[in-house]
């Protein structure tokens, strides 16, 4: 518990490079920072170790509100805009990206060809299971749980489950029935 004083005290010290860290958040140890200029954290953010942020581009950003909790290991790429809206819990190992890279021309390496940048969005109040990755251009709604090893890419609505790969509804609440419902049920 004690070792979270340092992790406050961190926060506060990258204030200075950050476009913004609200107050009562805390980053563990060791934290790799790309672009953290543009970085906007919000106030009790709880970032654990072996983390790693990323911005690249002229008009890239990440948005972080506030009262999230981000498990070890996270790893997020903005090339764009990536916002993950407050509430939202994320597990271990998770990542988060808005950026593809294109692959048309053949004999050019992968890496050197355009980035392609498409929106990416964590809904409010969700939950990312451990290993889940989120592919750019995904919009995630509001309440929804993604299933460890889950690979998102798309669209889904607010109060659902997600899982598999490619990962698609599984459950969805029903707000008549105040259950969640199996998403075949529905239709």
Not at 162 to 172: E, F, L, M, V
């Amino acid at each position: 518990m004690y070792f979270k004083i340092f992790w406050i005290l961190r926060a506060i010290f990258y204030k200075i490079f950050f476009n913004k860290i609200g107050n009562f958040s805390y980053f563990g140890k060791p934290l790799f920072l790309l672009g953290c200029s543009k970085i906007t954290i919000g106030n009790k953010v709880r970032i654990f170790p072996n983390s790693r942020m990323e911005v690249h581009g002229q008009n890239s950003f990440i948005k972080i509100e506030d009262d999230v909790s981000i498990g070890q290991g996270f790893h997020v790429i903005s090339g764009g805009r990536l916002v993950i809206k407050k509430g939202v819990t994320i597990a271990p190992n998770v990542f988060v990206n808005n950026m593809d890279n294109d692959y048309q021309e053949i004999n050019v390496p992968t890496y050197a060809q355009k980035q392609i940048v498409r929106e990416t969005c964590i809904g409010e109040n969700s939950f990312l299971g451990i290993g889940s990755c989120i592919l750019a251009g995904s919009t995630l709604g509001k309440q929804n749980i993604v299933g460890a090893g889950a690979i998102v890419k798309g669209d889904f609505p607010d109060y659902c489950v997600i899982a598999g790969n490619p990962a698609r509804i599984i459950k969805i609440y029903n707000p008549t029935d105040s259950k969640w419902m199996n998403f075949n049920d529905v239709k």
